[in-house]
């Protein structure tokens, strides 16, 4: 064990011990979800009464959580917009109570194209990091070789531009860097300056150049294909890593901000340079087992993000995934307590949560389930009130429940609730086109990540399957067998295909890079980020032929 390890051990054990103690707290809360929920909602009622929203919708007067449904619809963002936005021009008590400040906007693509701004006040920050801190004492239980070890962790900047009164506008990611334990700011390889890198074979090539050289435990990002993107551009670019690595420099293929070129320094280190040569030449590649040994990818796995699997173990190996949870601008609604699943429990400490039956979704007048109601292998989709000021907020997610942890549910995230597409009453969701394509790419022993599957009219309709290919006859075949396993996963699309109202899946290959540029002009349009984005597998818009 290195020096710096040795001083640290008593100040980890503290912070270990407080983390441990949420995270036991958190445990037993669900043993009275009913009663943990309610506590929630009365003290959330009672600290906005007299906002302005507040005072519209009576919440001083609000007694059960019956009268709550009464006095307060269920909407969307947008139907919450004209109070967000005089929170966001500087009229904090719209939506917030007296003295709860704002200390940055949660930035995120909205809808209509105009952008969220989520109010992150003190007290929803604390919430925020204290799932952080349950989700990493439990991963680091699981998986004790990460103890004290480096962190390296792909996030966006807090601050892209500030609201008219001077506040940030950005990643709540970056805060949370920000505002972690101190113990584990001094883990990060990477400076938080990084993160503003716009450039992105720059910024993640620098990334990965702070990464190599230290003992990385541990890789944090939200989507999956930003790590994916961080080795296929130290691949790409090798030699200029290795040669970097040798002589403790840093060489970015493209301009490196000043700013972040003074705040990194490197010691040459030749030996590992010969070592990760050397595994080039063995393996034709340059592969993370080259540099690093890690003990642990913490990625978002459920609903789309799954296809990236394959791609991350081909890289990494046998190393474990596992799940950050449904984590969003708008809060932290679970925390898996488990590697290699999806599924985490319900935040109930930090969000009061309704669910709303799917099958209910386009009811006028649906009936929601709290967070204690619910059946195993149910789906929902969610519904969140909390302290960034949102009342019975549509979070627009549908979500399966997996098990119970004690009263509350433990639910994995399936897809967006707009991503379903309907022809004839076959309604398929984004959900069953990834699972089969997954099953269709592993029987022909493919690798696919990113494609986009359309709904046609024609005199018999049918799907179309975009997919950025130069093999005609592994197009064909990977129709077909996806047409076969989305009819085994959806039994109205089995159906119609069988009645003949549906045709097969045409296949239609694509210029190489066509779907990244579509993705790179919608990200740019929608003043998104790379690591926030969610490529849409499946078009909801049905084409005229």
Known sequence: MSIKRTILRPVAYLAGRHADKQRRAFLTAHNHTEDVQKQLLDELLDAHAQTDFGRDHALGSVKSIEDFRSAVPIRSYEEMRPYMDRVFEGNTTALLPPGHDVLMFSLTSGTTG?????????????????????WGIAALRDHPAGWLRPILRISSPMCEYTSPTGIPCGAISGLMMQNQMRIVR???????????????????????????????????????????????????????LIRDVADGTLNPPGDLPETIARTVRFKGDKTLARRMQAGVDRDGVLLPGHFWNPSLLANWTGGTLKLYLRRLGELFGDVPVRDLGLLASEGRFSIPLTSDASAGTAEIMGNFFEFLPADQRESDRPDTLGAHELQAGGEYFLVVTNWAGLWRYDLDDRVRVAGHLGKSPIFEFLSRGLHTANITGEKITEHQVVEAMRIATGRLDMHVDTFVLQGHFDSVPYYQLCIESEGTDN?????????????????????????????????AALPTGTLKREEQAKIAARRGRNEQYKHQYLKTEIVED
Not at 209 to 229: E, F, H, K, L, W
């Open 114 to 134: 105009k952008p969220k701004h989520i109010p992150v006040t003190r007290r929803f920050a604390e919430a925020m990091r204290r799932g952080s801190n349950i």
């Open 186 to 240: 001094r883990m990060y390889v990477t400076p938080a300056t990084a993160a503003s890198i716009e450039d992105p074979q720059v910024k993640y090539y620098t990334i990965c150049r702070c990464g190599a050289g230290r003992d990385v435990s541990m890789i944090i990002t939200a989507n999956p294909s930003s790590t994916i993107t961080m080795i296929e551009t130290a691949q790409q670019h090798a030699e200029r």
């Open 475 to 507: 197009l064909r075949d990977l129709g077909g067998l996806m047409d076969r396993a989305l009819g085994e996963l959806n039994v109205e699309y089995g159906a119609k295909r069988k009645s003949g109202r549906l045709g097969p899946i045409r296949p």
